[in-house]
């Protein structure tokens, strides 16, 4: 058990979850389950090595105020940093965000900047970023860690969780699926582990639409994965394969593993998952990959797993039918109740 003298020092190490076996084909295919941080994401991680490497730089000083954009798990992350460390926090988001991330930002006391209306599906990344910096610039007492350029992000997944990995699959780990958002993640992980085991393979996931890796531009509605644009800190040199996933196989993936394994997990995760299942034939019976899971689904139970929302953005394929049977359904309805509907 973790001992903590706060928050923060409970970051890291966290659990790796085996799929059920009946639709691996024989693979082992593990989840890093990096929702079990404190803040409910891998971005956790580098939100505390960000300011605290800015501090030791003489970069972020008491009484300056934080701003950084996000599309939400790095803000909460800071939000949640800040919190404990006595700074002032501003995450610079689009409307997009769904309400759980914007509610946990401001639980920890944090405020918002919502950019402009966009259209759905639009990256707004670059918008996000340049804005910041004209902030930072107009008003010096301010701070941004900068993710998407902040080579602390690779180092502290290098340090951390590609340490963690090695650990617990030593030279047995056969691959590693990561989806590319900032990248800090994919090139951390792939450099630590490549220098232990060169023969690990490294898969890079985006969404189509995004261009990290190349491709044709498009929008896309997996949230914090894919970019318009390819980050300074990606390093691709330790990648292998590169890979993109359309949002309807991601979404159907993060439902069936709510509804088959009782892991809910959110769309970036769920991208790699995705990815991963379908590239088994890569491997043989007994090899072991392990994907990345970057956050929960309980972010994201206003979109991915509502299905109003699946409606609207032209996902109803994905919409279940009630299993339940007519006579019940009747029953439920007698005594004044409804079912499925509030």
Same mark, same amino acid.
């Given at each position: 058990?973790?001992?903590?003298?706060?928050?923060?020092?409970?970051?890291?190490?966290?659990?790796?979850?085996?799929?059920?076996?009946?639709?691996?084909?024989?693979?082992? !295919?593990?989840?890093?389950?990096?929702?079990?941080?404190?803040?409910?994401?891998?971005?956790?991680?580098? =939100?505390? =090595?960000?300011?605290?490497?800015?501090?030791?730089?003489?970069?972020?000083?008491?009484?300056?105020?934080?701003?950084?954009?996000?599309?939400?798990?790095?803000?909460?992350?800071?939000?949640?940093?800040?919190?404990?460390?006595?700074?002032?926090?501003?995450?610079? %988001?689009?409307?997009?965000?769904?309400?759980? @991330?914007?509610?946990?930002?401001? #639980?920890?006391?944090?405020?918002?900047? /919502?950019?402009?209306?966009?259209?759905?599906?639009?990256?707004? !990344? @670059?918008?996000? +970023?340049?804005?910041?910096?004209?902030?930072?610039?107009?008003?010096?007492?301010? /701070?941004?860690?900068?993710?998407?350029? $902040?080579?602390?992000?690779?180092?502290?997944?290098?340090?951390?969780?590609?340490?963690?990995?090695?650990?617990?699959? *030593?030279?047995?780990?056969?691959?590693?699926?990561?989806?590319?958002?900032?990248?800090?993640?994919?090139?951390?992980?792939?450099?630590?582990?490549?220098?232990?085991?060169?023969?690990?393979?490294?898969?890079?996931?985006?969404?189509?639409?995004?261009?990290?890796?190349?491709?044709?531009?498009?929008?896309?509605? !997996?949230? *914090? =994965?894919?970019? =318009?644009?390819?980050?300074?800190?990606?390093?691709?040199?330790?990648?292998?394969?590169?890979?993109?996933?359309?949002?309807?196989?991601? /979404?159907?993936?993060?439902?069936? %593993?709510?509804?088959?394994?009782?892991?809910?997990?959110?769309?970036?995760? #769920?991208?790699?998952?995705?990815?991963?299942?379908?590239?088994?034939?890569?491997?043989?019976?007994?090899?072991?990959?392990?994907?990345?899971?970057?956050?929960?689904?309980?972010?994201?139970?206003?979109?991915?797993? $509502?299905?109003?929302?699946?409606?609207?953005?032209?996902?109803?394929?994905?919409?279940?039918?009630?299993?339940?049977?007519?006579? %019940?359904?009747?029953? +439920?309805?007698?005594?004044?109740?409804?079912?499925?509907?509030?």
């Amino acid at each position: 058990m973790k001992l903590g003298k706060n928050i923060l020092q409970t970051i890291g190490n966290t659990p790796v979850v085996m799929l059920d076996g009946k639709y691996t084909k024989g693979v082992n !295919v593990f989840l890093k389950m990096e929702n079990i941080n404190p803040g409910g994401s891998i971005k956790d991680r580098i =939100a505390v =090595a960000m300011l605290e490497r800015a501090e030791a730089q003489g970069e972020l000083r008491p009484g300056m105020v934080v701003i950084e954009p996000s599309s939400g798990n790095t803000a909460i992350g800071l939000a949640m940093a800040c919190a404990v460390k006595g700074y002032r926090f501003i995450a610079v %988001l689009d409307r997009m965000v769904p309400i759980a @991330k914007r509610d946990k930002i401001r #639980a920890f006391g944090a405020e918002i900047i /919502f950019l402009p209306e966009f259209e759905a599906g639009v990256d707004t !990344v @670059k918008y996000r +970023i340049d804005l910041t910096k004209e902030i930072i610039k107009a008003y010096p007492n301010a /701070f941004s860690p900068m993710q998407f350029e $902040n080579q602390v992000n690779p180092d502290e997944h290098y340090h951390s969780t590609g340490r963690e990995l090695y650990e617990t699959f *030593g030279d047995n780990l056969t691959a590693c699926f990561s989806t590319a958002g900032s990248c800090g993640t994919l090139t951390g992980i792939s450099r630590y582990l490549k220098e232990k085991n060169p023969q690990v393979r490294i898969y890079g996931v985006e969404p189509v639409g995004s261009i990290i890796f190349g491709g044709e531009p498009g929008k896309y509605l !997996v949230q *914090g =994965a894919g970019l =318009a644009f390819t980050p300074t800190i990606l390093d691709c040199s330790n990648i292998d394969f590169t890979l993109k996933v359309a949002d309807i196989d991601a /979404f159907r993936m993060a439902r069936k %593993l709510a509804r088959n394994e009782g892991i809910l997990i959110g769309g970036t995760g #769920a991208c790699a998952v995705s990815a991963a299942l379908d590239r088994l034939d890569d491997f043989k019976p007994g090899d072991n990959i392990v994907v990345i899971i970057p956050d929960s689904g309980e972010r994201y139970i206003d979109t991915i797993y $509502n299905n109003t929302w699946l409606f609207e953005n032209n996902f109803s394929e994905l919409i279940e039918e009630s299993t339940t049977e007519s006579g %019940l359904e009747e029953i +439920i309805i007698s005594m004044g109740c409804t079912l499925n509907e509030f």
